[in-house]
């Protein structure tokens, strides 16, 4: 009996310790998080249909059928009558009067401790729900990452984790946002920790498989266990195609630059427009509504028209008409104001530009090359990673779409070629072009994007040491015996700095037994307008060490009265990054 108390006692006692386990309670938290954000997900298509239903008298997915049931006039007024309510909502609702996404998700995880406002985050849902429920030529797979990311970051700001923690669970919502999105549970945790954790160590891993393989499972439930689309069984036929699958990479770079930049100029260029800004998703909704009356294909998510060319039912003009149209209604809808996001445009623009490229292929080269399916595959994966900067998780997005070897590892060679044209075409993703316009400059390197984030005042020192305007010669040859070769910087009335000495500058007077009286050290001092704000980054100081080709910077407080804070060396800047790897969990 008491063999059998003391078995039950053991096995308490381990039930508390496991109840204290931060691992423990991260996986708790990552199962809630995989269902909350999996719901929200669901929650945010119902939306959308609901939407759809007003304006297109359909909620159906496929949006393209349901159009060319309309009269031309709906069809080109729909979008318009969205981009008003959008405008407007975006305009007396969202904070700072702009649509969010997935690079305010990156740049909360890399700059603010993964912290995000929960009602921002609702209203980018709703706007973006109403942008494609109107037929805006917008993603959903962005919006709902979004989505996941506010639900994350709402629950570890309740718990009150620390950045690492905060940044996992941050995570964990956006695996199960995409992996309930496409049904992809792999492809959702390669892009949660490619694209926002930045990091794949273990402590961050566990948690996101396990929120990808919960919103899997939640969405499967109330779903069905469906790919995101139908493909038909596609194979290669000769490995002597594969340079086919180069030259296609390169296509698909250059249609994923085009398609960036013409979102990019067609933003700069509405902003010059001299109207509301409110009012400007209306004229790009009446613009994507021409297009439309045409090419009813470039409509909302434009999953069918994406499905077509998979199943090869669509002729080569369509195809490359279909190209321009698509990329001219993205550019206009989301440099207009519209809400939404580019994964699902950019796969549907490198599906057309695959399944163009299959046909001319086929007509070539007929004994050696695929379907144009195949092709259609593989221009997806090119474009769409090349847009996001995600060429892992877009690759196994493919593979799990469709389960087949052969056509991944063309796939891997398209998207390898894309990845790398891109990145010296514009030299950056999608979400990072958005950032670095908004003045944010994060880039693809972690250890960088912690400098950013470190501010001098964590790393810098008293400002002790400064010597006075006027200084007496004993006084001024005491502090340079103890420091002989130091640097001292000089300050006047408030701890102004006015400039820096060495015992180089003064020995001629120091050690000159003539001379008598008070110093002038002002008089003396070397003009130091390098400096820092105790609020600039360790990057900048750095940058600013080097150029100047010192090891210590003075630290002010205000670049106009320069009254000085402290001293930032590079060995306390060295420390501080770091105490921030090891915090962060940066491998």
């Known amino acids: 009996m008491d063999r059998l108390t003391g078995w039950l006692a053991a096995i308490v006692n381990d039930l508390r310790r496991l109840a204290r386990s931060e691992h423990f309670i991260l996986s708790f938290l990552a199962v809630a998080l995989g269902i909350l954000a999996a719901y929200g997900s669901i929650v945010f298509r119902l939306g959308i249909g609901l939407v759809q239903k007003f304006a297109f008298d359909s909620e159906s997915e496929r949006l393209f059928s349901a159009a060319n049931q309309l009269a031309w006039w709906q069809i080109m007024l729909a979008p318009a009558l969205g981009g008003l309510v959008v405008g407007l909502f975006v305009h007396f609702v969202m904070p700072g009067r702009r649509n969010q996404g997935v690079s305010d998700v990156i740049e909360a995880g890399a700059l603010h401790d993964g912290r995000m406002p929960l009602w921002a985050g609702i209203g980018a849902a709703l706007a973006s729900a109403t942008s494609i429920g109107f037929g805006a030529s917008v993603g959903r797979e962005g919006p709902v990452v979004h989505l996941g990311a506010t639900l994350s970051s709402w629950i570890a ?81 000769s490995f002597f ?69 998979l199943n090869v039912t669509l002729p080569l003009w369509l195809l490359l008409a279909l190209v321009i149209a698509k990329t001219a209604a993205t550019a206009i809808s989301l440099g207009t104001g519209f809400a939404g996001g580019v994964f699902s445009p950019s796969l549907y623009v490198g599906a057309m530009v695959g399944g163009a490229f299959g046909i001319v292929a086929g007509s070539v080269l007929p004994d050696f090359a695929s379907s144009p399916g195949t092709y ?67 880039g693809h390197d972690r250890a960088r994007e912690l400098l950013q984030a470190i501010p001098v005042r964590d790393a810098m020192e008293p400002a002790t040491g400064l010597i006075p305007a006027t200084l007496s010669k004993a006084e001024l040859r005491t502090r340079f015996r103890e420091t002989p070769r130091g640097v001292f910087f000089v300050v006047a009335d408030h701890d102004r700095l006015v400039g820096a000495i060495t015992l180089n500058d003064v020995k001629h007077l120091v050690f000159d037994d003539g001379h008598s009286g008070p110093i002038d050290v002002q008089a003396l001092a070397r003009a130091h307008n390098a400096a820092v704000l105790a609020d600039d980054n360790v990057e900048r100081a750095h940058a600013v060490m ?42």
Request: proline residues 5%; hydrophobic residues 55%.
């Open 157 to 237: 700001r309740q718990f009150r984790f620390g950045h690492s923690t905060a940044l996992t669970l941050l995570g964990c919502g956006v695996a199960s946002a995409v992996a309930a999105s496409f049904n992809a549970p792999i492809a959702g945790v390669f892009f949660a920790l490619e694209v926002v954790v930045g990091t794949y160590a273990l402590a961050a891993f566990t948690p996101v498989v396990i929120a990808s393989v919960t919103g899997t499972i939640i969405a499967r439930i109330h779903l069905g266990d469906f790919p995101a689309f139908v493909v038909p069984e596609f194979g290669i036929v």
């Open 241 to 309: 195609e594969f340079p086919a699958f180069v030259l296609l990479g390169l296509i698909s770079a250059v249609a994923a630059g085009v398609f960036m930049w013409s979102i990019m100029a067609t933003e700069d260029r509405v902003k010059g427009i001299p109207v509301p800004a409110w009012l400007r998703p209306v004229f790009g909704g009446l613009a994507v509504g021409v297009i439309a009356v045409f090419f009813p294909q470039v409509l909302g998510v434009g999953y069918e028209a994406t499905d077509m060319a």
């Open 376 to 442: 259609t595959i593989v221009g997806m994966g090119a474009v769409a990673a090349a847009v996001l900067g995600a060429p892992i998780s877009t690759i196994l997005v493919v593979f799990e779409i469709t389960g087949d070897y052969g056509v991944t590892i063309a796939v891997m060679v398209a998207v390898a070629v894309a990845t790398i044209v891109t990145q010296q075409i514009p030299g950056t993703s999608f979400f990072h072009w958005q950032l670095a316009r908004r003045g944010i400059d994060i």
């Open 546 to 587: 080097d150029e100047q080709g010192v090891d210590q910077l003075p630290v002010v407080d205000d670049a106009a009265m320069r009254r000085m804070v402290g001293i930032v060396r590079r060995k306390s800047m060295l420390r501080a990054h770091n105490r921030v790897l090891a915090r962060y969990g940066v491998q």
